[in-house]
C-alpha cells in the first residue's frame, strides 16, 4: 500500500505562483512513473504534468508556466506552477500506480 501526501495549494492572484508536493509513504517515485492531474468543476479529470522514465512532461496547456522535479531523498514528487491563470483554478491530484494523494485545491482568482 502506498500512501499519497499532498500539501501546497491555495489561493493565489492571477500571475502569481504555487508549489504542490506530492510525498510518498515509500520510494516508489524513483521507480515508477508519476502523474500531476487536475479536476476543475464541471470537467473531467486531466493530465498535467509528470515524471516519465526519461525524465518529466507537461501538457500543452501548462507548458512554459508548469514544472515537476523530483526529490528522491524526500520521496517527494513537486509541481511548480508559475504564471498562473483563472482557468488552472481546480483540485489538483498526484497518482502513481494506481494510488492517489488526496487533492488540493488551487484556485486563481483576483
Known amino acids: 500500500q502506498v500512501q499519497l501526501v499532498q500539501s501546497g495549494g491555495g489561493l493565489v492572484q492571477p500571475g502569481g505562483s504555487l508549489r504542490l508536493s506530492c510525498a510518498a509513504s515509500g520510494s516508489i517515485f524513483r521507480f515508477y512513473p508519476m502523474g500531476w492531474y487536475r479536476q476543475a468543476p464541471g470537467k473531467q479529470r486531466e493530465p498535467v504534468a509528470g515524471?516519465?522514465?526519461?525524465?518529466?512532461t507537461v501538457s500543452d496547456s501548462v507548458k512554459g508556466r508548469f514544472t515537476v522535479s523530483l526529490d528522491n531523498a524526500k520521496n517527494t514528487v513537486y509541481l511548480q506552477m508559475n504564471n498562473l491563470k483563472p482557468e488552472d483554478t481546480a483540485i489538483y491530484y498526484c497518482s502513481v500506480r494506481g494510488f492517489w494523494g488526496q487533492g488540493t485545491q488551487v484556485t486563481v482568482s483576483s
Open positions: 515524471t516519465t522514465n526519461d525524465g518529466t
